[in-house]
């Protein structure tokens, strides 16, 4: 089978060499993917990603649901980089890609040959595109860094768990999705410099940093007033009600931005003479008796189920809802109308997976190809390569589009 991108996709006839594993390299290069591009996805022989065998979960193929879950639309290579002459493999790669990511510790891929200024002697144009915990430059540059320790690191912990619990993660890796978008936000821009200079340039994303300027409005309250937040479980610092309210069965995710909508809500509950409350009646007000007010609400809330307020709610123009599974969310996605799964195939195999999030007017093709085994693709990757000049000749400056690269092999 081919598992050329569609040529109208908007990264058609772009190359990556993704030399990524786990979770945030691999987000990112499976978006560039999903826009279009051609990954080429290089990996350790016999092992591959360590994704690979995180399981289980495991489709009835074997293959693992967390690496599927970041590696559709690439082909696989398995390169040895301690090996002379898959290293030669991994040189000519670069010399045709026009985005190199790697997030490995400083200093492996130099050992390969593939320093920064050597990818770029191979390929001026190309865009490095590196993933780290702490930086690659200062003291933590050589220190190693996964989503769970950068969650306690950053503070991410310290803000998440119920008030008097202990600190908790966030139930997917979040700094690491939040890296990777990050990564792809600085590839584009990349690309875009790089059509009004011609050359490549430099993207480096950490996770630690991605965390901080994630925390937003709670790491604001830290630099801009010397508040330090701490865990307040699902309530909000500055907005009530904006927290989980247990009803007859079932909690209700309640989130009321204003005054008007208060008085809504707490008419459609029964109490309406609550919203005149001067306890009650401003925003500022109810935080300051939060602890008042959410038994008056939670001791309302016992006459229904939580489903059956979700949609009482709602009808009223409110944002609530049920607390969901997974499965059940992405039953709502059908139901109002985003179709949230995408149908896979590659090599005769069907999957299925989360659909890229972006919808775009007017619609362009999207790549729908499953995740590769591991070196699926290696033989005609190989003899494509070896059919290459050296790595040690010079580097053509013709752009990609008028290259013949891997994107243009089958």
Not at 20 to 29: D, N
Not at 76 to 91: F, G, Q, T, V, W
Not at 179 to 185: F, G, N, P
Not at 299 to 321: F, I, K, N, S, T
């Amino acid at each position: 089978m081919t598992t050329t991108p569609p040529p109208h996709a908007p990264l058609h006839g772009i190359t990556v060499a993704d030399f990524s594993r786990v979770l945030a390299g691999p987000w990112a290069t499976m978006t560039l993917g999903d826009l279009g591009a051609k990954i080429i996805k290089i990996e350790r022989p016999e092992h591959g990603d360590d994704t690979r065998s995180w399981g289980p979960p495991y489709d009835n193929e074997g293959m693992a649901t967390y690496f599927q879950s970041v590696n559709r639309n690439k082909q696989s290579i398995a390169l040895n980089l301690k090996d002379p002459d898959d290293i030669e493999l991994a040189r000519r790669l670069v010399r045709e890609a026009d985005i190199v990511v790697d997030n490995f510790l400083p200093g492996t891929l130099d050992r390969a040959q593939l320093s920064d200024a050597e990818i770029h002697e191979l390929n001026p144009r190309a865009i490095i595109a590196r993933v780290s915990g702490f930086g690659s430059s200062g003291a933590g540059h050589g220190r190693p860094g996964y989503d769970f320790v950068i969650q306690a690191l950053g503070g991410l912990m310290h803000i998440t768990g119920e008030r008097d619990g202990d600190p908790m993660k966030v139930g997917v890796a979040l700094v690491d999705l939040l890296t990777a978008r990050d990564l792809t936000i600085g590839v584009l821009a990349a690309l875009r410099q790089r059509d009004l200079t011609g050359v490549g340039t430099l993207v480096e994303v950490n996770l630690l940093s991605s965390l901080q300027a994630a925390l937003a409005n709670q790491a604001q309250a830290v630099i801009g007033a010397d508040v330090e937040p701490g865990r307040l479980g699902n309530t909000h610092p500055s907005i009530c009600p904006y927290e989980t309210l247990s009803c007859r069965e079932g909690q209700l995710a309640v989130a009321i931005g204003n005054d008007p909508q208060f008085t809504k809500f707490v008419t459609e509950l029964g109490i309406p003479h609550i919203a005149s409350d001067s306890r009650f009646a401003t925003n500022p007000a109810r935080v300051k008796h939060r602890a008042t007010l959410r038994p008056i609400l939670e001791d309302a809330l016992q006459a229904a189920p939580a489903d059956e307020w979700e949609h009482r709610l709602v009808d009223l123009g409110l944002a609530v809802g049920r607390v969901a599974t997974i499965s059940e969310g992405i039953e709502l996605a059908r139901e109002v109308g985003i179709d949230p799964v995408v149908e896979l195939e590659r090599d005769g195999h069907t999957s299925r997976g989360i659909r890229h999030p972006v919808r775009y007017t007017p619609e362009f093709p999207i790549p729908a190809v499953g995740a590769p085994d591991l070196d699926a693709d290696g033989d005609a990757l190989r003899a494509y390569l070896r059919a290459q000049p050296s790595s040690t000749q010079t580097h053509s400056t013709n752009t990609s589009s008028q290259r013949r690269s891997p994107a243009s092999q089958r």
